[in-house]
């Protein structure tokens, strides 16, 4: 659910509506707002659904919508923390450079999902075992997001639940019209607790909407039974 200012008015109808067609968590975009000066009122607005929610303030670096300063951003980020939703989505190269950030998420006792995303290519499976390795000292919740120029892409992020300790919560798919089959199957031949959708217009690369992935999962509940 991307926060956007002059809609801000509708946003409780629209997770509602996203509620009654049966998702089980929320993902809001704050990075998706112009305007910072009202965010406790937002945060208060939404409190109501925090418990299966995520933060996310993404910046422009890692294809978010957010192009204020790294310093801003950190101070927005410990706002979010402090709201205590389910998670708050941290990207792997901001806390791995900011030591005080991650002694605040630890202090405060912040469940975090720490999230990498490569808008370019799927690295290969040693590389990416390896990311997961590091990115598992702040987080059992890991998101790796990557590009699929081929389909062999697609097949390399799905192999990497085979891959991994168990006690790793992973999500991870591909962007793209190629990747668009490892975010249904990220769940169904992967482990991955969640995958996302979208209730308007896609904010990612291949990402489907609730009903389209609804329809999906359907099928397949349908073949298994």
Same mark, same amino acid.
């Given at each position: 659910?991307?926060?956007?200012?002059?809609?801000?008015?509708?946003?409780?109808?629209?997770v509602?509506? $996203?509620?009654?067609?049966?998702?089980?968590?929320?993902?809001?975009?704050?990075?998706y707002?112009?305007?910072?000066?009202?965010?406790? &009122? *937002?945060?208060?607005r !939404?409190?109501?659904?925090?418990?299966?929610?995520?933060?996310?303030?993404?910046?422009?670096? &890692?294809?978010?919508?957010?192009?204020e300063?790294?310093?801003?951003?950190?101070?927005?980020?410990? &706002?979010?923390?402090?709201?205590?939703?389910?998670?708050?989505?941290?990207?792997?190269?901001? *806390?791995?450079?900011?030591?005080?950030?991650?002694?605040?998420i630890?202090?405060?006792?912040?469940?975090?999902?720490?999230?990498w995303?490569?808008?370019a290519i799927?690295p290969?499976?040693?590389?990416?075992?390896?990311?997961?390795?590091?990115m598992?000292?702040?987080?059992?919740?890991?998101?790796?997001?990557?590009?699929?120029n081929t389909?062999?892409?697609?097949?390399?992020?799905?192999?990497?639940?085979?891959?991994?300790?168990?006690?790793?919560?992973? !999500?991870?798919?591909?962007?793209g019209?190629?990747?668009?089959?490892?975010?249904?199957l990220?769940n169904i031949?992967?482990?991955?607790?969640?995958?996302? $959708?979208?209730?308007?217009?896609?904010? $990612?690369?291949?990402?489907?909407t *609730?009903?389209?992935?609804?329809?999906?999962?359907?099928?397949?509940?349908?073949?298994? !039974?």
């Amino acid at each position: 659910v991307p926060l956007i200012d002059e809609e801000l008015a509708s946003i409780e109808d629209k997770v509602e509506q $996203a509620l009654k067609e049966g998702i089980s968590f929320i993902e809001f975009r704050f990075d998706y707002l112009n305007n910072f000066e009202n965010i406790n &009122e *937002i945060l208060e607005r !939404i409190s109501k659904y925090k418990k299966q929610s995520i933060y996310t303030l993404r910046p422009v670096t &890692e294809g978010g919508k957010f192009g204020e300063s790294d310093t801003k951003r950190i101070i927005l980020l410990k &706002e979010l923390a402090l709201a205590k939703p389910m998670l708050l989505d941290l990207e792997y190269n901001t *806390i791995r450079t900011n030591d005080e950030l991650a002694d605040f998420i630890d202090n405060n006792e912040i469940r975090t999902l720490i999230s990498w995303h490569n808008f370019a290519i799927t690295p290969n499976e040693e590389n990416l075992v390896d990311l997961i390795d590091k990115m598992r000292v702040f987080s059992h919740f890991i998101k790796i997001v990557t590009t699929a120029n081929t389909m062999e892409d697609t097949i390399r992020i799905l192999k990497l639940y085979r891959l991994i300790d168990t006690s790793i919560n992973l !999500i991870a798919f591909s962007m793209g019209e190629l990747g668009i089959l490892s975010r249904v199957l990220c769940n169904i031949i992967g482990d991955s607790p969640f995958t996302y $959708a979208t209730i308007g217009n896609a904010i $990612a690369p291949g990402q489907l909407t *609730i009903n389209q992935m609804k329809s999906i999962y359907s099928l397949f509940h349908k073949k298994l !039974i």
